[in-house]
């Protein structure tokens, strides 16, 4: 049974940074993509950036590229969403997320960590 674990979410002010970190467990994860998504009061989760383990391609949406890099370490099996020039709008809950290279949606999820990014 995978088990995400994510953490380094807090109250941060526009303009600064935040790493997230999700430690992941359970499985290996060669055929695996990691992903990040994010859900704000009131809307719905959306996907924020994603690493595919084997190779390290990178995905991103569009609202944060160029301001987030996700990355892995294969050897501690974590994830991490560095996250620099914070704007208000980034406000959400962050969840860690897995899926394999063939699924359509992914599977498995954390329990989410809370960022505040204050104007």
């Known amino acids: 049974q995978v088990h995400l674990v994510e953490s380094g979410g807090g109250l941060v002010q526009a303009g600064g940074s935040l790493r997230l970190s999700c430690a992941a467990s359970g499985r290996t994860f060669i055929n695996y993509y990691m992903g990040w998504f994010r859900q704000a009061p009131g809307k719905e989760r959306e996907f924020v950036a994603s690493?595919?383990?084997?190779?390290?391609?990178?995905y991103y949406a569009n609202s944060v590229k160029g301001r987030f890099t996700i990355s892995r370490d294969t050897a501690k099996n974590t994830v991490y969403l560095q996250m620099n020039s914070l704007k208000p709008e980034d406000t959400a809950v962050y969840y860690c997320?897995?899926?394999?290279?063939?699924?359509?949606?992914?599977?498995?999820w954390g329990q989410g960590t809370q960022v505040t990014v204050s104007s």
């Open positions: 997320t897995t899926r394999t290279v063939d699924a359509n949606s992914y599977t498995d």
């Open positions: 690493i595919r383990w084997s190779g390290g391609s990178t």
